[in-house]
């Protein structure tokens, strides 16, 4: 079960979830889309810039095969995951 934005309980068929479907949950906009083919040195530099504009903090990268939101998410990469000697 899950809370829906407005405070209602509603079940929630995960096997056939797309990004798009956990957006309309999610009220902070603190991760951003990758595709699968996108490299580490991709995921480091997305959560570098985000810092390096001092913009709103980036929690995680959602891939998906095309890193489109219409997609099933395949994985998350964390800031914590490409921690290598505290570059980030």
Do not use: C
């Amino acid at each position: 079960m899950g809370g829906a934005p407005d405070g209602r309980l509603s079940n929630i068929d995960v096997s056939k979830a797309t990004v798009y479907d956990a957006l309309r949950y999610e009220a902070y906009n603190g991760f951003q889309i990758m595709r699968r083919k996108d490299t580490i040195y991709d995921a480091r530099e997305a959560f570098t810039h985000a810092l390096r504009r001092k913009q709103p903090r980036l929690f995680a990268l959602i891939v998906t095969e095309n890193g489109k939101t219409t997609e099933k998410p395949l994985g998350i990469v964390t800031p914590w995951d490409l921690l290598d000697g505290g570059e980030l």
